[in-house]
């Protein structure tokens, strides 16, 4: 067991490792330097010596393989230096002042989709072909169709263009709150609302279902003791990546509602080619992404004993 | 007499070729059929945009911009003077060749990839299935905007970009379809008459991954529609003259209270053609009933 932890997590940072050097690479071949963009924006010619300039404050000129290192062992400190966008702000400022937005819209969306897809996923599981039933494959295909920033949009238009009830973008309030995370959850909703109804069904399905029936156990007991309790400790291998994907931020719904988080920073990091940012926040979100799974496998392993990590030779 | 007819059914049933026998139970379910209309009218627009498009949707009226629909622009006009409605058609012709052109290149890139790694083994199976591990750990939609950032914004490149994460899927698919056909007696009897690798993909294989791959293709197509939209949205997919709906959602997200028109319109079209494809996917794959273990 302590192997297979030790050899996760190696390999976690295999990827990372891998993923950086990607990130880098691709950040590199990238035809005209961060400074172009921004000169081209503004329509304006700088000069060559400011431009060396920039390029050693950045660290630029140096050769690339140097750039590397000097990025890993900066990163490995969490120092990713200056942004680029906000010269006066490093990117570790940038992630601590604007991550709370992001943390709390994922949080929000997280207990949302919660209830909403564990509860359709259940109550389609327990009354097959009944209204509920349907009602959650309606919402589930709305869910699969429907882009977040389409669904944003159209909320946007109905709620507040139209009806004027809700604010249009914002994070002060919980007014604000409402559109954001209704166009967030629209994948957390899809994979629980999916995941609980088939592993629902499996459960009820299965033999002990059965045999606590014939036992003449209530139904009541048996679907507390026996049916979720088995069919919603798989939950946990969906939900725990899901949370961190929540939690690092939404590129389309920050941005549309305005929203200060990491997403809507990163949004216009690529806009303005802001390399640090975007490899910053490229590594940090794999990280916790990967990390999760990771978790996610651990605890797995924990609350159910028929699953073993370790194969037994 | 009943019985005797319904034999003679079952078995004229047994006699129908693969593809009618495909059609009849497609055209059963009415909601796929309603989506396969919807997407040949589509595509007949998108064909005949320039005919059908009443302006240029690349010229501006400066004398015009910012209208709500009226009789001369039946949707509007943006902040440019440019004809809504126009444009929207003009965006179908990017939606549909955006999907249609890079599944045929995953196609391509994953299939003989996939194939390749099954039925070799060994290194270069061992080699192609690390590529994938570590391409997989990456997030789909940073890979895209990572991709997307470095080549730069344009119709090819975004072809380029989905067919460099794409081909994943359908060669680990391919894999796995190979391994399981490669014990099969047929296979191990053709390749101790001789017959080589390429002969064996060729003759055996790719005709028995058909199924699962052209179900993976119909369901990847409103997936690389989705992602061309996302991109477009956020500035990295269509650029700006050309007209692609995400495209016209991005740029004119502000203006929801001012100029509804301009981001409305794009989302419903973008709506309505997603549910479409998916619906027309789904039906697809409930046609040729392969197990349900390929969706998304």
């Given at each position: 067991m302590l192997r297979y932890i030790f050899l996760r997590i190696a390999g976690l940072f295999g990827v990372l490792l891998i993923v950086s050097i990607l990130t880098f690479g691709l950040m590199h071949t990238v035809p005209g330097?961060?400074?172009?963009?921004?000169?081209?924006?503004?329509?304006?010619?700088?000069?060559?010596?400011?431009?060396?300039?920039?390029?050693?404050?950045?660290?630029?000129?140096?050769?690339?393989?140097?750039?590397?290192?000097?990025?890993v062992r900066n990163a490995v400190f969490l120092d990713f230096g200056y942004s680029m966008a906000y010269p006066s702000r490093t990117v570790f400022e940038i992630f601590k002042q604007q991550w709370s937005y992001s943390l709390q819209l994922g949080l929000l969306t997280f207990i949302f989709s919660i209830i909403v897809g564990v509860g359709l996923g259940i109550a389609s599981a327990i009354k097959p072909n009944s209204f509920l039933d349907y009602f959650g494959t309606g919402v589930s295909i709305f869910c699969l169709v429907m882009p977040s920033f389409v669904f944003a949009i159209l909320l946007q238009f109905v709620f507040s263009a139209w009806l004027g009830w809700l604010p249009t973008g914002g994070w002060s309030n919980p007014r604000h709150w409402i559109m954001p995370v209704l166009a967030n959850s629209l994948a957390p909703v899809l994979v629980l609302q999916r995941y609980t109804r088939s592993s629902m069904r499996d459960a009820i399905k299965a033999n002990y279902v059965r045999t606590a029936r014939a036992k003449g156990?209530?139904?009541?007991?048996?679907?507390?003791?026996?049916?979720?309790?088995?069919?919603?400790?798989?939950?946990?291998?969906?939900?725990?990546?899901?949370?961190?994907?929540?939690?690092?931020?939404?590129?389309?719904?920050?941005?549309?509602?305005?929203?200060?988080?990491?997403?809507?920073?990163?949004?216009?990091?690529?806009?303005?080619?802001?390399?640090?940012?975007?490899?910053?926040?490229?590594?940090?979100?794999?990280?916790?992404?990967?990390?999760?799974?990771?978790?996610?496998?651990?605890?797995?392993?924990?609350?159910?004993?028929?699953?073993?990590?370790v194969k037994e030779e | 007499m009943i019985n005797a007819a319904?034999?003679?059914?079952?078995?004229?049933?047994?006699?129908?070729?693969?593809?009618?026998?495909?059609?009849?139970?497609?055209?059963?379910?009415?909601?796929?059929?309603?989506?396969?209309?919807?997407?040949?009218?589509?595509?007949?627009?998108?064909?005949?945009?320039?005919?059908?498009?009443?302006?240029?949707?690349?010229?501006g009226d400066f004398l015009a911009t910012w209208e709500t629909p009226s009789r001369l622009h039946w949707l509007g006009t943006d902040d440019l003077g440019r004809d809504v409605f126009s444009r929207l058609l003009y965006g179908a012709r990017i939606s549909i060749s955006v999907g249609v052109l890079s599944q045929m290149a995953i196609a391509l890139v994953g299939i003989p990839v996939g194939a390749l790694a099954g039925l070799k083994g060994g290194w270069v199976d061992y080699l192609i299935m690390r590529v994938i591990d570590v391409l997989s750990s990456?997030?789909?939609?940073?890979?895209?905007?990572?991709?997307?950032?470095?080549?730069?914004?344009?119709?090819?490149?975004?072809?380029?970009?989905?067919?460099?994460?794409?081909?994943?899927?359908?060669?680990?698919?391919?894999?796995?379809?190979?391994?399981?056909?490669?014990?099969?007696?047929?296979?191990?009897?053709?390749?101790?008459?001789?017959?080589?690798?390429?002969?064996?993909?060729?003759?055996?294989?790719?005709?028995?991954?058909?199924?699962?791959?052209?179900?993976?293709?119909?369901?990847?197509?409103?997936?690389?529609?989705?992602?061309?939209?996302?991109?477009?949205?956020?500035?990295?997919?269509?650029?700006?003259?050309?007209?692609?709906?995400?495209?016209?959602?991005?740029?004119?997200?502000?203006?929801?209270?001012?100029?509804?028109?301009?981001?409305?319109?794009?989302?419903?079209?973008?709506?309505?053609?997603?549910?479409?494809?998916?619906?027309?996917?789904?039906?697809?794959?409930?046609?040729?009933?392969?197990?349900?273990?390929?969706?998304?």
């Open positions: 330097g961060p400074f172009d963009a921004r000169a081209l924006e503004k329509q304006q010619i700088v000069p060559e010596n400011i431009k060396r300039q920039l390029n050693e404050k950045y660290g630029l000129d140096k050769p690339v393989w140097q750039q590397y290192a000097l990025f156990l209530s139904k009541r007991r048996i679907m507390l003791v026996h049916v979720f309790k088995n069919a919603l400790t798989p939950l946990l291998t969906v939900g725990g990546p899901l949370a961190a994907s929540l939690i690092v931020g939404s590129f389309f719904v920050e941005s549309i509602f305005r929203i200060p988080g990491i997403g809507f920073y990163f949004v216009s990091a690529i806009g303005s080619r802001d390399y640090p940012m975007i490899m910053a926040t490229t590594l940090i979100w794999t990280f916790i992404i990967s990390l999760a799974y990771l978790i996610t496998d651990l605890l797995y392993a924990l609350a159910d004993p028929r699953v073993t990590l | 319904a034999t003679n059914k079952h078995s004229n049933r047994l006699r129908e070729s693969g593809f009618r026998r495909f059609w009849r139970r497609f055209a059963q379910n009415k909601i796929a059929v309603v989506a396969f209309v919807f997407i040949i009218f589509q595509i007949i627009v998108a064909i005949a945009a320039p005919w059908i498009a009443p302006y240029n949707p690349y010229k990456l997030p789909t939609i940073l890979f895209y905007i990572l991709l997307m950032v470095a080549l730069g914004a344009g119709f090819w490149n975004l072809i380029l970009a989905m067919t460099l994460t794409g081909w994943i899927g359908i060669a680990r698919l391919v894999r796995g379809q190979v391994l399981s056909l490669k014990k099969t007696d047929y296979v191990r009897a053709s390749r101790a008459m001789g017959g080589g690798t390429f002969y064996i993909i060729r003759k055996h294989i790719l005709r028995n991954v058909l199924t699962p791959i052209v179900v993976s293709i119909a369901l990847g197509i409103p997936g690389a529609m989705f992602a061309e939209a996302g991109l477009s949205f956020l500035g990295l997919g269509i650029p700006a003259p050309q007209s692609s709906w995400g495209q016209m959602i991005g740029m004119y997200q502000g203006f929801i209270r001012t100029a509804w028109h301009l981001t409305l319109f794009p989302s419903i079209v973008l709506a309505l053609t997603m549910l479409a494809w998916f619906m027309f996917a789904d039906g697809i794959r409930d046609a040729l009933d392969t197990n349900n273990n390929l969706k998304c």
